[in-house]
Structures are given as C-alpha cells and as structure tokens.
C-alpha cells in the first residue's frame, strides 16, 4: 500500500532532518531537494555515511533493512525511499 503525499513529504522532512542533524550534512533541510540522488551526482553520500543513514532510519522508523530491500535504487531519490520507508515501517507496525 503506497503511502498517500502528504506521508511521503512528511517522511521526507524526517529524511532530511537525519540527514543535517544527526549526520551532520553541511546543508540546511531546506537546500536539500526532494528529487536529489543520495550517491553519485547529488549529495554523493559514501558507504560509511549511507550505513549510518540506514542505522538511523531504523531506529526511527521501527524496521529493519534486510539484504533483499538495500538496493541502490532506493537511494536514488528522498521521495523514492521516503516511500519504501513509509511501506516498511507500516507493515512492521501491522505484524507488530
């Protein structure tokens, strides 16, 4: 069940508010844009700071990251994952 815009934005802001506070992006939540790629060609994250990314979005979000869902496209965009996000973090609170 995909999550209706309003719960995309506003996990988007949780995204970014990771992003600047807790991980400590030289960038204000507002500089960042929702469409930005987290790799190459945006905000060019490495493999450290993307493993520190999934670690708070899990602690946040109430689910795990398994091997099958770290895939790179899901890093391809804030939207994009702000949507997988959304999906996983609900259906843990479902079997919860």
């Known amino acids: 069940m ?4 309003y719960e995309t934005k506003d996990t988007v ?12 992006l030289n ?7 929702d469409d930005i790629s987290l790799l190459e060609g945006g905000l060019a ?3 450290v700071v ?10 946040q979000f109430g689910f795990r990251f398994d091997d099958q869902n770290l895939r790179v496209d899901l890093f391809e965009n804030l939207t994009t994952l702000a949507e997988f996000v959304g999906d996983k973090s609900r259906a ?5």
């Open 45 to 47: 994250l490495d493999s």
């Open 50 to 59: 993307i493993a520190e990314f999934i670690g708070h979005m899990e602690d």
């Open 27 to 33: 960038l204000r939540e507002s500089d960042i844009p």
């Open 92 to 96: 843990t609170r479902k079997t919860a």
């Open 2 to 5: 995909m999550e209706s815009a």
């Open 13 to 24: 802001g949780q995204l970014k508010t990771i992003l600047v506070k807790d991980l400590g």
